[in-house]
């Protein structure tokens, strides 16, 4: 249709005159015509720029864009003859009123602005740290608060939550820790074999997950799955003014939406990391089965000679600890968000990254704290 | 020239919306004539809103056909459909600026879509629409969380002027503003309409704005065109909704203040 159109209309067109003393111009000078042929245009107008006497008589057409144009080949003022109908005397005083209007000038960067800058990334940091600690203080308080009126504990969105960041995440948990029981009993199992070792696989599958690699590896599902979400959804409450509605309810925004999630991920997170580490284990011992040609009977047998309970023990306090983490990261992300869709998403970003962190950080500290504890061969 | 100005910019043709099981519009015919200013009236829930956006093809009605410049609304190839849609604007109720880019990047963008890629040219562009909405080239690097409703309906106004539509439709122009701002609003919308010559769609609650803007009014009730016409016209037409929506005090009031801002 486009093509059509543009056949249906006359074309600009540019005739010079007398020697270039005089230009006629004539047909359509709108955007949808001239932004095709705009080089072409601009090389003829730019040669005929010097002529005295312009002539637009027999222009059917002229929008802004037409009109910029010819005010800039003119050099922004009006040529000393020109014959302008009546109907296109509107656009040019537009143009006239605009002036010199240019945009506001941003300073230049200079090296003074990188110190600057770094000094404003880590004010930034110790702003994140405090926000951090008034939400950990306000949420003590509010548990102050909830210890004495026990009627004010916000029990079913802890139950929603709860069953949101649980029991929903258990089939992905189950999926991934199957697979990753499987792979490393299978990679063990080809090392093994070649020492003749290959009882040692319970004690490397039972110890490693139990203990490791079961807690971290949910941390990191759910602070992608769950965190993300609630930073997303505590942001999108934001933007929607939702939390300021929830606030002149007089409703603190602590209990009613912070605390059921902190409190339902730090639950859920070891009853998880259970799921998960045994669905591991399990894979672990189909693998087993089929490389080694390991009964499960013995498998089962073998695992709380070769694992001490105090694994079990540590691993869960590893995931409840981590389910804390995650979620306060999320909601002080959450919480920080600006009514745009780019704080949105920079918020969420940096709350899945910054828990995953954190997440790995404490794992390291655990692993110096209890290297006494639960470990049969030292 | 002339055979372009008399195809309809906007023709509804025995168009009829459901929701479910519940039919909003019953075979509506509505058609809208160059350089008029038309306004959707009705009672909340008759689907003036609906209308709007199925006139620029956000949603797509049960039966029936909308008519853009005398084709279907989704005839023809891609670029077709394109070009098409590059001759209406449409002002949301909310601004709906992209809120990660500036007051700037938001008027560029259909014309850097369009192909338009002189940065200098492209600048004195912008400037220029927001001139023309009466902004100032000092809230062009500002972000849109940054402004106040008003500037952003007119920030919003100057994206949707920014590639010389034809056919213009806003949907509550008024809405959320105070009534100096609105009346402010109006009176730009007005001149605009005029120095451009563009044909206007509105869907507004506000009597203000209908008096002041509307060449014809078009009221929706029990899913049809009840009366389409100059507003006299159909002040005098009889029936239960006109009487209660325009002859009420406020409505009186309201109509009167709206006359006399023309």
């Known amino acids: 249709m486009s093509t059509q159109l543009r056949g249906a209309r006359p074309q600009a067109a540019i005739d010079v005159e007398g020697a270039g003393a005089r230009v ?23 040669a005929a720029s010097g002529a005295p006497a312009w002539d637009l008589a027999g222009v059917s057409r002229l929008d802004s864009f037409g009109a910029l144009l010819l005010w800039r080949a003119w050099g922004r003022r009006r040529p000393p003859q020109l014959v302008l109908p009546e109907a296109l005397e509107s656009v040019f005083g537009r143009l006239a009123d605009l002036g010199d209007a240019s945009l506001p000038v941003e300073p230049p960067y200079r090296f003074l602005d990188a110190t600057a800058h770094l000094g404003r990334l880590l004010l930034g940091l110790v702003r994140h740290l405090g926000h951090f600690v008034v939400l950990v203080g306000q949420l003590l308080l509010d548990l102050l608060y909830l210890l004495r009126n026990r009627e004010h504990w916000p029990v079913r969105e802890m139950s929603a939550n709860f069953y949101k960041v649980g029991v929903k995440a258990m089939p992905v948990t189950a999926l991934v820790g199957f697979l990753i029981g499987v792979v490393m009993s299978y990679l063990s199992a080809l090392q093994l074999r070649a020492f003749g070792a290959d009882t040692f696989i319970v004690n490397i599958l039972g110890l490693g997950i139990i203990r490791e690699l079961g807690p971290v590896l949910v941390s990191v599902l759910v602070a992608g799955r769950s965190g993300s979400a609630m930073t997303a959804q505590l942001g999108v409450m934001r933007v929607t003014e939702e939390i300021d509605a929830l606030t002149t309810m007089g409703v603190s925004r602590y209990v009613r939406l912070v605390l059921p999630k902190v409190v339902a991920l730090t639950l859920a997170m070891p009853l998880l990391t259970l799921w998960g580490s045994s669905v591991a284990i399990f894979g672990g011992m189909v693998s087993a089965y089929v490389q080694l040609d390991m009964s499960f009977d013995y498998f089962l047998n073998a695992l709380p000679r070769a694992v001490p309970v105090a694994n079990l023990v540590i691993g869960l306090v590893k995931g409840a600890v ?57 | 020239m002339n055979a372009a100005r008399n195809t309809l910019p ?47 093809g956000l949603l797509r009605p049960a039966e029936g056909e909308v008519r853009l410049f005398g084709e279907p609304l989704f005839a023809g190839s891609r670029a077709e459909q394109l070009a098409r849609r590059r001759r209406f604007g449409m002002l949301f109720q909310q601004g709906a600026l992209f809120s990660a880019l500036n007051v700037f990047a938001n008027v560029a963008f259909p014309l850097r879509e369009f192909g338009v890629s002189d940065e200098a040219m492209l600048r004195d562009l912008v400037l220029l629409k927001l001139a023309m909405v009466e902004l100032g080239p000092e809230v062009a690097l500002r972000m849109p969380a940054e402004l106040s409703g008003g500037m952003i309906k007119r920030v919003a106004l100057a994206r949707a002027l920014a590639l010389e539509p034809e056919l213009l439709l806003l949907d509550e122009p008024t809405a959320g503003l105070d009534p100096d701002r609105s009346a402010g609003f109006v009176r730009l919308i007005r001149a605009l309409q005029k120095a451009l010559g563009l044909t206007v769609v509105l869907v507004t609650h506000d009597l203000d704005t209908l008096a002041a803007l509307a060449t014809r009014v078009a009221v929706l009730s029990e899913g049809r065109i009840l009366a389409f016409g100059p507003l006299d016209e159909i002040m005098t037409v009889q029936d239960p909704f006109i009487e209660r929506f325009f002859h009420s005090e406020r409505s009186q009031a309201a109509l009167a203040r709206g006359r006399s801002e023309i």
């Not at chain 2, 929701?19 to 509505?30: A, E, K, P, Q």
């Open chain 1, 322 to 378: 981590f389910g804390l983490l995650i979620a306060l990261v999320a909601c002080h992300f959450g919480l920080r968000v600006k009514p745009n869709t780019e704080s949105l998403s920079a918020n969420t970003t940096a709350s899945v990254v910054t828990s995953i962190t954190v997440v790995i950080l404490v794992d390291a500290v655990f692993a110096i704290v209890t290297r006494t504890i639960g470990l049969p061969y030292r």
């Open chain 2, 10 to 56: 906007v023709e509804l043709k025995g168009l009829s919306t459901r929701f479910g099981s519940t039919w909003v519009h019953r075979n509506i015919d509505l058609a809208v004539p160059v350089g008029e200013v038309v306004a959707l009236v009705g009672g909340s829930g008759t689907g003036k809103t609906t209308l709007l956006r199925q006139m620029v």
């Open chain 1, 24 to 46: 006629v111009l004539s047909g359509d000078w709108t955007l949808s015509v001239l932004n095709p042929r705009c080089v072409d245009i601009r090389r003829q107008l730019e």
